[in-house]
Nanobody, 121 residues
Framework: QVTLVESGGGLVQAGGSLRLSCTAS????????VGWFRQAPGKERQFVGL????????YYADSVKGRFTISRDNADNTVALQMNSLKPEDTAVYYC??????????????WGQGTQVTVSP
């Protein structure tokens, strides 16, 4: 079973950028669908976006479309989430996950431990 580790979270001012990485223990991350999700305190987990395994097509939640970009770096077994024009409402713990990832749904089989993103006003 693949292990996922997120990194790159931190504190940033509104309008700033962060780049999160999801590094896998296996090269299979280069050929499978990988999803990004987030969960803010007191709120349910949300789907953020995904990159498909077949053609590396991407799909994003409306709330992040045009601001966030998901990409692969197969050499490093990594999937990145580039976040631009960040807003305070983007504050959450961000997770990557694989296995049964479906666009729009906050579910998957295998999860990383998460990385905190905090956006100050």
């Amino acid at each position: 079973q693949v292990t996922l580790v997120e990194s790159g979270g931190g504190l940033v001012q509104a309008g700033g950028s962060l780049r999160l990485s999801c590094t896998a223990s296996s090269r299979t991350i280069s050929i499978i669908t990988v999803g990004w999700f987030r969960q803010a305190p007191g709120k349910e987990r949300q789907f953020v976006g995904l990159i498909s395994g077949s053609k590396s097509s991407t799909y994003y939640a409306d709330s992040v479309k045009g601001r966030f970009t998901i990409s692969r770096d197969n050499a490093d077994n990594t999937v990145a989430l580039q976040m631009n024009s960040l807003k305070p409402e983007d504050t959450a713990v961000y997770y990557c996950a694989v296995g049964d990832v479906v666009a729009g749904l906050p579910t998957a089989r295998t999860w990383g431990q998460g990385t905190q993103v905090t956006v100050s006003p």
